[in-house]
Protein backbone atom coordinates (compact mmCIF):
# COMPACT_ATOMS: atom_id res chain seq x y z
CA UNK A 1 0.00 0.00 0.00
CA UNK A 2 1.23 3.34 -1.60
CA UNK A 3 0.88 6.12 1.92
CA UNK A 4 1.04 8.93 -0.42
CA UNK A 5 -1.47 7.85 -3.07
CA UNK A 6 -3.90 6.33 -0.46
CA UNK A 7 -3.58 10.17 1.17
CA UNK A 8 -4.21 11.75 -2.30
CA UNK A 9 -7.52 10.11 -2.66
CA UNK A 10 -8.68 12.12 0.51
CA UNK A 11 -6.55 15.32 0.53
CA UNK A 12 -6.01 15.76 -3.24
CA UNK A 13 -2.89 16.59 -5.24
CA UNK A 14 -1.26 20.06 -5.28
CA UNK A 15 0.33 20.62 -8.96
CA UNK A 16 3.55 21.39 -9.92
CA UNK A 17 2.66 25.26 -10.46
CA UNK A 18 0.75 25.23 -7.17
CA UNK A 19 3.72 24.18 -5.60
CA UNK A 20 5.66 26.74 -7.17
CA UNK A 21 3.15 29.33 -6.40
CA UNK A 22 2.99 28.32 -2.91
CA UNK A 23 6.95 28.28 -2.47
CA UNK A 24 7.74 31.94 -4.20
CA UNK A 25 4.76 33.38 -2.06
CA UNK A 26 6.32 32.04 1.40
CA UNK A 27 10.07 33.05 0.57
CA UNK A 28 8.50 36.21 -0.20
CA UNK A 29 6.66 36.32 3.05
CA UNK A 30 9.58 35.41 5.04
CA UNK A 31 11.45 37.84 4.26
CA UNK A 32 12.41 40.74 6.88
CA UNK A 33 10.86 43.88 4.84
CA UNK A 34 9.87 47.55 6.29
CA UNK A 35 6.06 45.83 5.49
CA UNK A 36 6.69 42.83 7.84
CA UNK A 37 8.24 45.43 10.81
CA UNK A 38 5.38 47.85 10.33
CA UNK A 39 2.79 45.01 10.91
CA UNK A 40 4.41 43.66 13.53
CA UNK A 41 4.32 46.86 15.22
CA UNK A 42 0.90 47.35 14.87
CA UNK A 43 -0.12 44.14 15.72
CA UNK A 44 2.14 43.98 19.24
CA UNK A 45 0.55 47.50 20.01
CA UNK A 46 -3.01 46.04 19.68
CA UNK A 47 -1.85 42.32 21.43
CA UNK A 48 -0.06 44.53 24.21
CA UNK A 49 -3.59 47.07 24.69
CA UNK A 50 -5.90 43.33 24.57
CA UNK A 51 -4.21 41.56 27.40
CA UNK A 52 -3.22 44.57 29.65
CA UNK A 53 -7.44 45.58 29.00
CA UNK A 54 -8.42 42.04 28.96
CA UNK A 55 -10.36 42.08 25.85
CA UNK A 56 -10.38 39.29 23.71
CA UNK A 57 -12.16 40.92 20.68
CA UNK A 58 -8.87 43.41 20.64
CA UNK A 59 -5.81 40.14 20.94
CA UNK A 60 -8.06 38.37 18.35
CA UNK A 61 -7.26 41.83 16.05
CA UNK A 62 -3.57 41.26 16.85
CA UNK A 63 -3.17 37.46 15.98
CA UNK A 64 -5.02 38.85 12.58
CA UNK A 65 -2.49 41.69 11.61
CA UNK A 66 0.42 39.69 13.08
CA UNK A 67 2.69 38.54 9.92
CA UNK A 68 4.84 36.31 11.91
CA UNK A 69 2.69 32.71 10.91
CA UNK A 70 4.60 33.14 7.16
CA UNK A 71 8.35 32.80 8.24
CA UNK A 72 7.54 29.84 10.37
CA UNK A 73 6.21 28.06 7.67
CA UNK A 74 9.39 29.69 5.71
CA UNK A 75 11.45 28.03 8.53
CA UNK A 76 9.97 24.90 8.04
CA UNK A 77 9.58 24.92 4.08
CA UNK A 78 13.26 25.54 4.19
CA UNK A 79 14.51 22.69 6.29
CA UNK A 80 11.69 20.04 4.53
CA UNK A 81 13.01 21.15 1.19
CA UNK A 82 16.89 21.81 2.01
CA UNK A 83 16.71 25.60 0.99
CA UNK A 84 19.29 27.05 3.30
CA UNK A 85 19.01 30.51 2.26
CA UNK A 86 14.99 30.24 2.66
CA UNK A 87 15.28 28.46 6.22
CA UNK A 88 18.16 31.39 7.00
CA UNK A 89 16.29 34.37 6.08
CA UNK A 90 13.13 33.22 7.78
CA UNK A 91 14.64 32.40 11.12
CA UNK A 92 16.34 35.83 11.02
CA UNK A 93 12.56 37.25 9.78
CA UNK A 94 11.26 35.27 12.91
CA UNK A 95 14.16 36.12 16.03
CA UNK A 96 14.41 40.18 14.47
CA UNK A 97 10.37 40.22 15.03
CA UNK A 98 10.71 38.13 18.37
CA UNK A 99 13.22 40.89 19.63
CA UNK A 100 11.24 44.03 18.23
CA UNK A 101 7.62 42.83 19.59
CA UNK A 102 9.43 41.85 23.20
CA UNK A 103 11.27 45.01 23.08
CA UNK A 104 8.55 47.31 22.09
CA UNK A 105 6.20 45.75 24.57
CA UNK A 106 7.93 46.17 27.55
CA UNK A 107 8.62 50.02 26.73
CA UNK A 108 4.86 50.30 25.60
CA UNK A 109 3.86 49.05 29.06
CA UNK A 110 6.30 50.69 31.17
CA UNK A 111 4.61 54.09 29.86
CA UNK A 112 0.63 52.65 30.65
CA UNK A 113 -0.10 53.65 34.02
CA UNK A 114 -1.59 51.15 36.19
CA UNK A 115 -0.61 48.22 33.91
CA UNK A 116 -0.60 45.14 35.95
CA UNK A 117 -1.38 41.03 35.05
CA UNK A 118 -4.88 40.37 33.53
CA UNK A 119 -6.51 37.14 33.34
CA UNK A 120 -5.58 37.40 29.76
CA UNK A 121 -2.21 37.80 30.02
CA UNK A 122 -2.10 34.79 32.74
CA UNK A 123 -3.78 32.15 30.43
CA UNK A 124 -0.84 32.13 28.67
CA UNK A 125 1.52 31.58 31.02
CA UNK A 126 0.96 27.45 31.37
CA UNK A 127 1.15 25.59 28.16
CA UNK A 128 -0.03 22.98 28.28
CA UNK A 129 0.88 19.63 25.86
CA UNK A 130 -2.56 20.53 24.19
CA UNK A 131 -0.90 23.90 22.99
CA UNK A 132 1.26 21.93 21.17
CA UNK A 133 -1.12 19.37 19.27
CA UNK A 134 -3.02 23.01 18.92
CA UNK A 135 0.06 24.30 17.17
CA UNK A 136 0.69 21.59 15.33
CA UNK A 137 -2.58 21.20 13.62
CA UNK A 138 -2.65 24.52 13.11
CA UNK A 139 0.44 24.65 11.32
CA UNK A 140 -0.92 21.41 8.96
CA UNK A 141 -3.99 23.49 8.49
CA UNK A 142 -2.10 26.55 7.57
CA UNK A 143 0.27 24.53 4.62
CA UNK A 144 -2.88 23.07 3.42
CA UNK A 145 -4.73 26.03 2.88
CA UNK A 146 -1.58 27.63 1.53
CA UNK A 147 -1.62 24.73 -1.06
CA UNK A 148 -5.12 25.15 -1.77
CA UNK A 149 -6.31 28.54 -3.15
CA UNK A 150 -10.32 27.41 -3.15
CA UNK A 151 -9.80 27.15 1.09
CA UNK A 152 -7.34 29.84 1.48
CA UNK A 153 -10.29 31.92 3.12
CA UNK A 154 -9.54 29.62 5.80
CA UNK A 155 -6.26 31.48 6.63
CA UNK A 156 -7.45 34.23 9.35
CA UNK A 157 -8.53 31.12 10.82
CA UNK A 158 -5.46 29.39 10.80
CA UNK A 159 -3.63 32.88 11.78
CA UNK A 160 -5.57 32.69 15.15
CA UNK A 161 -4.71 29.30 16.15
CA UNK A 162 -1.29 29.24 16.11
CA UNK A 163 -0.77 33.21 16.80
CA UNK A 164 2.56 33.75 19.30
CA UNK A 165 1.79 37.56 19.30
CA UNK A 166 0.06 37.26 22.15
CA UNK A 167 2.42 34.81 24.00
CA UNK A 168 5.24 37.46 22.85
CA UNK A 169 3.42 40.41 24.02
CA UNK A 170 3.15 38.68 27.48
CA UNK A 171 6.85 37.93 27.66
CA UNK A 172 7.45 41.90 27.40
CA UNK A 173 4.48 42.38 29.59
CA UNK A 174 6.37 40.38 32.40
CA UNK A 175 9.85 41.84 31.96
CA UNK A 176 8.54 45.46 31.97
CA UNK A 177 6.21 44.74 35.43
CA UNK A 178 9.69 42.23 36.95
CA UNK A 179 7.29 39.57 37.17
CA UNK A 180 9.60 36.37 35.87
CA UNK A 181 7.08 33.74 36.31
CA UNK A 182 5.26 35.55 33.95
CA UNK A 183 7.56 36.21 31.29
CA UNK A 184 9.26 32.98 31.25
CA UNK A 185 5.82 31.04 31.40
Known amino acids: MDIKSELGKYLGSVSEEEKETVYSEISAGSHPTREFFIMLVISAIIAS ?4 T ?11 VSPLLIP ?10 GDFELFRT ?3 AEAKGIAIVI ?27 LDLVVALASGAAAAYALSKKSIGATLPGV ?27
Not at 178 to 183: G, S, T
Open 49 to 52: IGLL
Open 54 to 64: NSVAVIIGAML
Open 72 to 81: VIGISLGAVK
Open 90 to 92: SIE
Open 103 to 129: ALVVALTLIIPNASITSEILLRTHPTP
Open 159 to 185: AIAVAVMPPLSVVGIGFALRRPEVALG
